[in-house]
């Protein structure tokens, strides 16, 4: 299958890509190299934003797996405007010139985010009517709904609602939760729990690829929760705590507070499991133990480096 990939060399690409090409596919990555490339030489990348994708990269593509985006709530707070026009209106714009370039499949990097606020007892499923309160999250049910106004028999639109991922990258992360609370308790021996009571849907790097993988095949099309399963704030702290005790590093001393956030949503994995055939394999505890041997082998231990931190090469990009 021939695969364009848009965000192919960040924190998913980095690690889906390899997998790809392994199976077989033929894979050509377009990516604005903002947090450089780990990729292999041997793939393809063509530095540039999706506004400037022709039709001859897209021409003779069977599918488009759409990473490309502000990947966050702080870097869509830093700029509003620019975090609408790359997330919702250049997803909109590149799935119209995928379609009218007969890519038969275009699968989206979308997120739970769009669940917004939510009660603690509703388990967020697909076919609900979201609304989420906070730029991000509106700049990715906005792009959602113009990937739907396009779906037709001959266009298939897979999107794949991801929980917050954790996880080893090539091109590594530390500002999303789990990452982070690993990293700060190796740096602090001390982890901090904020937001206790809320709830976030978790997901490894892992099980994202699986899903992504599956999401290539020829049926179904539509929207999936992709998740492990959903914790609290305070569990999840208390579950990274315990694995890095197991992967023997000291026990980190769990300081719990609870301050309001406006951002709770907890979501079901069920019609993924059901219609795609996702079943994740990995839990916190695995994600935890991946990225402390990695960082033991010395491959993401650099925790002050910028280029883990999304808004800080934002601001860099800014200067």
């Given at each position: 299958m021939k695969i364009l990939v848009t965000g192919g060399a960040g924190y998913i690409g980095s690690v889906l890509v390899p997998e790809l090409v392994k199976e077989g596919h033929e894979v050509k990555v377009v990516d604005l190299l903002w947090f450089g490339n780990k990729l292999s030489p041997d793939v393809e990348v063509i530095q540039k934003g999706i506004q400037d994708i022709k039709e001859k990269e897209l021409r003779g593509t069977d599918a488009v797996i759409h990473l490309a985006g502000l990947t966050n709530d702080p870097m869509a707070e830093y700029n509003p405007l620019q975090n609408y026009v790359i997330n919702a209106a250049q997803t909109a714009y590149l799935a119209q010139k995928a379609k009218e370039c007969k890519v038969e499949r275009f699968i989206y990097a979308s997120t739970c985010s769009v669940y917004g606020f939510t009660g603690a007892d509703k388990f967020s499923v697909e076919d609900d009517n979201p609304s989420p309160q906070f730029p991000y999250g509106i700049s990715k049910l906005m792009a959602e709904r113009s990937l739907l106004a396009l779906t037709d028999i001959y266009f298939g639109v897979v999107i794949l609602r991801k929980g917050t991922v954790g996880g080893y990258s090539p091109r590594m992360r530390y500002d999303l939760v789990v990452n982070t609370m690993v990293k700060s308790a190796l740096k602090t021996g001390k982890l901090v729990v904020r937001t206790a009571s809320l709830w976030r849907p978790i997901v490894d790097i892992q099980d994202v690829c699986e899903a992504y993988k599956l999401a290539l095949k020829e049926e179904p099309w539509g929207i999936f929760n992709i998740i492990e399963r959903n914790y609290t704030i305070k569990e999840l702290g208390l579950t990274i705590a315990n694995a890095m005790e197991e992967a023997g590093k000291t026990?980190?001393?769990?300081?719990?507070?609870?301050?309001?956030?406006?951002?709770?949503?907890?979501?079901?994995?069920?019609?993924?499991?059901?219609?795609?055939?996702?079943?994740?394999?990995?839990?916190?505890?695995?994600?935890?133990?991946?990225?402390?041997?990695?960082?033991?082998?010395?491959?993401?231990?650099?925790?002050?480096?910028?280029n883990y931190y999304n808004i800080e090469i934002m601001k860099k990009l800014d200067e």
């Open positions: 026990k980190p001393f769990v300081e719990i507070y609870e301050n309001l956030d406006l951002r709770n949503y907890k979501a079901s994995g069920q019609k993924a499991k059901d219609y795609l055939g996702f079943s994740p394999e990995f839990t916190v505890k695995d994600t935890v133990k991946e990225l402390i041997e990695r960082i033991d082998e010395g491959e993401c231990g650099d925790f002050d480096n910028p």
